[in-house]
């Protein structure tokens, strides 16, 4: 495997109509390793995830400038099919957001989007996305059952079986806990040292300690800076910069 | 003087009570009138048989499949576009200037008396266009009346879908066509289908627009281009040119059983709507 970052941020500049969210911002995401983003609300690290996969390009008046490359290719270039980005690189959102539709028609959602016809392929895939999604014991005898009525962890782990499903690259995880209890915040976090081994996953989450034990690299973000990026064992201990170690030691946040 | 609070009260209560059972009461007696003059005069014989004497004996099997014929065409027709147009202001242009005008647009169109959209399929349809009284032009003419309600209802309900639906289905790579297609219209529809249903009532209801655009030949129509007679209208002309009042009323009791029971699927439709949005 080659030591090449598969995600290289560089000077990224991202406006909110007037407003300045992110100011030259660095980063660099490890192949198969697990990325934090970390710092108060509002610091600009949800927006950061975003650009990853031009979730922002949905919302007015955004403007980017700088670079992102996945893989070498800057995804801002123009002529970037987009849509083909979003497959390789994948979204886990903060609130678990199934379809209300049956349990398997929203882990087949993507693939029938992709024009999967075959039903057999498309069985195959969902019990696959199902058991790396550590779901498949629990739900495969009611898979016609509506997603809405599980439990919200797992609707949250159906949400990650839905995205595997597609095959993605990358998988952005913006916040996947806070909707969940300290179980099943365990659970999820156990999953991603699980998927680690085949995806390259970014996190952003509110809480530090669950930065300090899943991730490999880590990022502190403020006011729509990067303060500090480095491995996460030399973030939360030996911190350069006073700001990241105010945040780290819990003076503040 | 100031009147005390405690009569006041009373007084709002006893007001506001008595113009509720008014509105009931005058809503009741009309259908129970126009039922207990009208229902002794249905029987399979009046619904199934061609009518005689222009209407004077005989059924209203011409003018029942006319009454089905004519709202189902303009719904044909007016779905499509009122559903397209409603997809297009919602998810492909962003709110400005000409989209508000669009909006106000439709809904200055959907105040318009029917009369003048009869005007309008007479003069365009049936002399313009050469195409003259038949079930096309009655609904075309009925499809653009009906137009504005289905826009604004449809695009309530798309407006209604939750946008992390279409969040998810963008993050998986779903052009918005897709999403559309795979998760707006599908959640949408509900909503969709209670404004058809509103759009089928005063289509079934509609008397002016349809004379003067499909006309009231008592024949049973063969094709599209054959003029057809609503029941709203065979009960127009029985009633005001003295041919039956029994007829007339047995007529009017049909329509108005019909036009309940579309209410009634269009009322179960919009609160399992309301159900499922609210879980």
Known sequence: ?253 | MRIPPKYTQALAVTVLGAATVFTVVVLVFIIVFVLSKGLPGINGEFLFSAPKDMGRAGGIFPTLVGTVLLPLMAIAIALPLGVGTAVYLTEYTRETRLTQVLRFGTDCLAGIPSILFGLFGFIFFVVMLKMGWCLLSGGLTLAIMVLPTIIRTSEEAIRAVPNSYREVSFSLGATRWETVLKVVLPNALPGIVTGVMLGIGRSIGETAAVIFTAGSALRMPASAFDSVRTMSVHFYILAREGISNEKAYATAAVLIISVLLVNLAAYSMMHRFIARRSR
């Not at chain 1, 609300?41 to 400038?65: A, E, H, Q």
């Not at chain 1, 809480?207 to 990026?229: H, K, V, W």
Request: aromatic share 6%; charged share 25%; net charge neutral.
């Open chain 1, 1 to 253: 495997m080659s030591t090449d970052p598969v995600i290289s941020v560089s000077a990224l500049d991202l406006y909110y109509g007037e407003f300045h969210a992110l100011k030259q911002v660095p980063m660099e995401v490890k192949g198969r390793h697990i990325t934090a983003l970390i710092g108060p609300s509002g610091c600009g690290k949800s927006t950061l995830l975003r650009t990853l996969n031009r979730m922002n390009d949905l919302i007015t008046g955004v403007r980017v400038s700088g670079s992102i490359l996945l893989e070498g290719r800057d995804i801002y270039a123009p002529g970037t099919d987009v849509c083909l980005l979003r497959k390789r690189v994948g979204m886990v959102f903060q609130r678990p957001n199934p379809f209300p539709l049956s349990i398997y028609d929203n882990v087949a959602f993507g693939l029938r989007v992709a024009g999967l016809r075959d039903g057999h392929a498309v069985e195959e895939i969902v019990e696959r996305s199902l058991k790396a999604a550590w779901l498949w014991d629990q739900l495969k005898d009611k898979l016609n059952q509506s997603a809405l009525e599980l439990p919200l962890d797992q609707q949250q782990r159906l949400c990650v079986a839905r995205l595997l499903a597609v095959e993605p690259e990358v998988i952005l995880m913006d916040e996947p806990c806070s909707a969940l209890d300290p179980i099943a915040t365990a659970r999820i976090e156990e999953l991603m040292l699980d998927l680690k081994a085949k995806y390259t996953i970014v996190i952003v989450t509110h809480n530090m300690q669950q930065a300090a034990r899943i991730s490999d690299y880590s990022g502190y973000m403020l006011l729509g800076e990067m303060i500090e990026f480095g491995a996460t064992a030399g973030i939360f201990t030996s911190p350069k910069d006073k700001r990241t170690q105010d945040y780290v030691s819990g003076r503040y946040g």
